[in-house]
């Protein structure tokens, strides 16, 4: 079992990089594999959630030559996957799980999705239900809407779908199935939530377009929000054609360090070369209210995802409200806002974030647990906390609930915190940040 050791420091002044996004390292691993061709994938983050995604690909009958870590070199089965006749172990990743069921919900074979006590606790009812409309037969075994899930895939119709929650991996899911299927599929969310599959889908040449729908399917107005638009349409019956992708550097990952250097007066802290897509960056946004000091230099080019570099000087922060919706663009961010709100002076309240209650642990819970632990006051909500910041810290013994986001969430708060902080069962962490014990070490040094 390995921990954490965290002690305080006094600013943070320095200039990293962060492994490659985990969202669009699925997506590559995916569409590359699936592609008419052979193309290089580089900066493949090579955690265990995206090396489940490759592992699965390869069962598939992916060619998948790993050059080095993150540089990937993969032949593409066509469009035509071969039956996996074990078990496809997702481990932790609910990415991994909910977008290879829309893969395998059109493949005219019996496969089993399964994974850790983590994984078999989340909900799967939200692509059971658009993939069964489209035609797939989906079993849960313990006929509780959770893994293990058995998929009789096969041929299958494209739907028109409103998404009750907004969640990128169900309409990921729903695309990438609607791309075997006949006719049109379309996906409107109810907010904006990443767009990765989507210009992913693009870069490979399969049909698709994005769409600011004015008229829900029973013909009522669907407000646009933000101006993104949230409808997105693929046409069935396509290969995607291989083509290099590069994958930058995951702004989730590099949201910890962000949080850290901004609370922390005078640091300086430079992030080269992450990703800089505005459905996953609403964090400089809530920082920026907090009173944060951010540049951002987007590099200009055609690249499919929008990447650059980050300057941040820490001065004092003071509380927000984070709510509506922004939350689907920090929804992978709110552990590390929470850390932030502890350190900011005043009450910020965190909402809409129901959510969080089925991530890979129930973070409102989770987070809440652990703030007390610190001795910050904290009220917990169906939907969010209410956190009271700018006390003084102290140092202490957390878990982390076998959730990596809150194991790197709380160390970083132990490094503002008097005495040492252990964060228990950090294992964890390999699922999405190779790297982080180490850069965490450097930083303390
Ligand atoms: C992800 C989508 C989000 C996010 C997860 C990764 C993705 O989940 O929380 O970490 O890669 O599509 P939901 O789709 O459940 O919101």
């Known amino acids: 079992?390995?921990?954490?050791?965290?002690?305080?420091?006094?600013?943070?002044?320095?200039?990293?990089?962060?492994?490659?996004?985990?969202?669009?390292?699925?997506?590559?691993?995916?569409?590359?594999?699936?592609?008419?061709?052979?193309?290089?994938?580089?900066?493949?983050?090579?955690s265990e959630d995206c090396l489940c995604s490759m592992r699965a690909m390869q069962a598939l009958g992916a060619k998948i030559e790993q050059i080095t870590d993150s540089h990937l070199e993969i032949t593409g089965?066509?469009?035509?996957?071969?039956?996996?006749?074990?078990?496809?172990?997702?481990?932790?990743?609910?990415?991994s799980m909910r977008l290879?069921?829309?893969?395998?919900?059109?493949?005219?074979?019996t496969s089993r999705l399964s994974g850790d006590s983590s994984l078999t606790s989340r909900p799967m009812r939200r692509v059971m239900i658009p993939l069964m409309q489209m035609g797939a037969f989906i079993e849960s075994e313990m006929k509780n809407e959770r893994a293990p899930l058995r998929i009789n895939g096969g041929r299958l119709h494209g739907i028109n779908y409103k998404m009750p929650v907004a969640s990128a991996q169900v309409k990921s899911c729903i695309l990438l199935a609607g791309m075997f299927a006949e006719g049109t599929t379309s996906v409107t969310e109810p907010m904006s939530s990443r767009d990765h599959t989507e210009r992913m889908l693009r870069h490979f040449l399969v049909p698709s377009r994005a769409d600011s729908l004015q008229k829900s399917l029973d013909g009522k107005d669907i407000p646009i929000k933000g101006g993104v638009p949230l409808t997105t349409v693929v046409h069935g019956g396509s290969i995607p054609e291989a083509r290099d992708f590069r994958?930058?550097?995951?702004?989730?990952?590099?949201?910890?360090?962000?949080?850290?250097?901004?609370?922390?007066?005078?640091?300086?802290l430079s992030i080269e070369d992450v990703g800089l897509n505005k459905t996953r960056t609403g964090?400089?946004?809530?920082l920026m209210r907090m009173g944060a000091q951010i540049r951002e230099y987007v590099e200009t080019g055609n690249d499919t995802e929008p990447h650059g570099n980050l300057e941040i000087t820490g001065r004092g922060l003071h509380a927000t409200t984070v709510d509506g919706d922004i939350i689907p663009n920090v929804i992978d961010e709110i552990p590390a806002i929470a850390v932030l709100a502890a350190l900011a002076e005043g009450e910020t309240i965190i909402?809409?974030?129901?959510?969080?209650?089925?991530?890979?642990?129930?973070?409102?819970?989770?987070?809440?647990?652990?703030?007390r632990a610190f001795g910050v006051p904290v009220e917990e909500a169906e939907d969010g906390m209410i956190i009271q910041g700018g006390k003084a810290l102290?140092?202490?013994t957390v878990d982390c609930f076998g959730d990596h986001r809150i194991a790197m969430a709380f160390s970083i708060l132990g490094l503002f915190a008097e005495g040492e902080t252990r964060i228990l069962n950090t294992e964890c962490i390999r699922t999405s940040y190779p790297g982080f014990e180490k850069q965490l070490e450097a930083i303390m040094s």
């Open 1 to 46: 079992m390995s921990e954490i050791k965290v002690k305080k420091i006094r600013r943070l002044d320095a200039r990293i990089r962060v492994p490659g996004d985990k969202s669009i390292s699925h997506r590559a691993v995916m569409l590359g594999g699936l592609a008419r061709g052979t193309c290089k994938i580089t900066g493949f983050l090579p």
């Open 77 to 95: 089965v066509s469009g035509e996957c071969r039956q996996v006749l074990e078990t496809i172990d997702c481990g932790n990743s609910g990415t």
């Open 100 to 109: 290879l069921a829309g893969i395998l919900a059109a493949q005219p074979f």
């Open 247 to 268: 994958v930058p550097g995951d702004f989730s990952s590099a949201a910890f360090w962000l949080v850290a250097a901004s609370a922390f007066q005078g640091s300086q």
């Open 283 to 286: 964090l400089l946004s809530v």
């Open 351 to 371: 909402k809409d974030a129901g959510e969080l209650r089925v991530k890979e642990s129930d973070r409102i819970a989770s987070i809440t647990k652990n703030l």
């Open 394 to 396: 102290k140092g202490t």
